[in-house]
T-cell receptor, first 114, second 111 residues
């Protein structure tokens, strides 16, 4: 049982490049989410999904796209990277996303945009 | 202004000592409050979860308290170990499933 996995662990992009951050979970959780973590700030929700085929925006969605074609996978796409997107990105999953369930986080992807 | 404020921002203690981390929140109504531990380079891991009706929850050497009237929570670590060096994050879940994260307290335990 691998839990929540993320790839890559580190990535450097040039401004304007696009890329996809991968996230997968093997716990059959319906709820998955993406956060970014910046120094001196709490984790901020980018996008979330309550099940396959359903996604919604969080607090800071601009510049990011998501899709959820399977229960297991929830990739995050950066369409045209900007230096402001330099951050550490965490994917998380939980059974229902109600807040009462345990939320499991992946190890994170550290992204630098130059 | 962040709706979940943690203090101190950072703390250095000697191994074996106790410490208390604070979390003040302004969001309401909330359904539960969690404390997470985040090791450097890793994702957060849940330590405790309390509903608004609970006022204390323990997990080994970690004890969380909650005062819903004053909107304050604390995390007390007893007999600290080097492995306790990490960031500790307070998270408040609202009734609409929205979660608000504090910026965390960076704890360093020195031998």
């Amino acid at each position: 049982n691998a839990g929540v996995t993320q790839t890559p662990k580190f990535q450097v992009l040039k401004t304007g490049q696009s890329m996809t951050l991968q996230c997968a979970q093997d716990m059959n959780h319906e709820y998955m989410s993406w956060y970014r973590q910046d120094p001196g700030m709490g984790l901020r929700l980018i996008h979330y999904s309550v099940g396959a085929g359903i996604t919604d925006q969080g607090e800071v969605p601009n510049g990011y796209n998501v899709s959820r074609s399977t229960t297991e996978d929830f990739p995050l796409r950066l369409l045209s990277a900007a230096p402001s997107q330099t951050s550490v990105y965490f994917c998380a999953s939980s059974y229902s996303g109600t807040g009462a369930d345990e939320q499991y986080f992946g190890p994170g992807t550290r992204l630098t945009v130059t | 202004k962040n709706q979940v404020e943690q203090s101190p921002q950072s703390l250095i203690i000697l191994e074996g000592k106790n410490c208390t981390l604070q979390c003040n929140y302004t969001v309401s109504p909330f359904s539960n409050l969690r404390w997470y531990k985040q090791d450097t380079g890793r994702g957060p891991v849940s330590l405790t979860i309390m509903t608004f009706s609970e006022n204390t929850k323990s997990n080994g050497r970690y004890t969380a308290t909650l005062d819903a009237d004053t909107k304050q929570s604390s995390l007390h670590i007893t007999a600290s170990q080097l492995s306790d060096s990490a960031s500790y994050i307070c998270v408040v879940s609202l009734n609409n499933n929205d979660m608000r994260f504090g910026a965390g307290t960076r704890l360093t335990v020195k031998p």
